[in-house]
T-cell receptor, first 112, second 113 residues
Framework: GDSVTQMEGPVTLSEEAFLTINCTYT??????LFWYVQYPGEGLQLLLK?????DKGSNKGFEATYRKETTSFHLEKGSVQVSDSAVYFCALQGTNAGKSTFGDGTTLTVKP | DGGITQSPKYLFRKEGQNVTLSCEQN?????MYWYRQDPGQGLRLIYY???????QKGDIAEGYSVSREKKESFPLTVTSAQKNPTAFYLC????????????FGEGSRLTVL
């Protein structure tokens, strides 16, 4: 079945540091890939997405590129802020009807 | 503003009691979902519904029940048969099945005393 593996956390960075959170997936066919962000005590919100190979999703300074050859969708940001502190989830929607598959989440803490 | 409303935000239950979590959406989405989130773990799918009066079990449906009598509403009942119900429950919707992007509510935290 489909699966998503995320870099284990927690990740702690200083403000303005470079961020990478690794995500790899296993799926049949051509899944759509997503990054969601969850702030404390809240639900998830979509951060960015990519629907086909070599697409780059971007939003709020975050980027991720759909790499089919390495089955990866790593999240990057050039300069993190304290307000980026949250839990980040990589997810895919594959061929299984109605199902999205999520990674375990990576907790990011950014210190001033 | 369009969105998904979950209630209550916090709920305490005694063992052996059933509880129902509410989920309402005004996005006119066809598909709705319930997920369970435990600390340090990803989201696990409990039930989902693609259209009114139809729903399917997800990966961890045992001990839960749902209904979909209206497009806007998808309540989840946590029954006494659920062995470990303390968790954070998230309701989500999407325009239709397989449309990809999910829209989430703010969650309901259930604690069994």
């Amino acid at each position: 079945g489909d699966s998503v593996t995320q870099m284990e956390g927690p990740v702690t960075l200083s403000e303005e540091a470079f961020l990478t959170i690794n995500c790899t997936y296993t799926a049949t066919g051509y899944p759509s890939l997503f990054w969601y962000v969850q702030y404390p005590g809240e639900g998830l919100q979509l951060l960015l997405k990519a629907t086909k190979a070599d697409d780059k999703g971007s939003n709020k300074g975050f980027e991720a590129t759909y790499r089919k050859e390495t089955t990866s969708f790593h999240l990057e940001k050039g300069s993190v802020q304290v307000s980026d502190s949250a839990v980040y989830f990589c997810a895919l929607q594959g061929t299984n009807a109605g199902k999205s598959t999520f990674g375990d989440g990576t907790t990011l803490t950014v210190k001033p | 503003d369009g969105g998904i409303t979950q209630s209550p935000k916090y709920l305490f239950r005694k063992e052996g009691q059933n509880v129902t979590l509410s989920c309402e959406q005004n996005l006119n989405h066809d598909a709705m979902y319930w997920y369970r989130q435990d600390p340090g773990q990803g989201l696990r799918l409990i039930y989902y519904s693609q259209i009114v009066n139809d729903f399917q079990k997800g990966d961890i449906a045992e001990g839960y029940s749902v209904s979909r009598e209206k497009k806007e509403s998808f309540p989840l009942t946590v029954t006494s048969a659920q062995k470990n119900p303390t968790a954070f429950y998230l309701c989500a919707s999407s325009i239709r099945e397989r449309s990809g992007e999910l829209f989430f509510g703010e969650g309901s935290r259930l604690t069994v005393l």
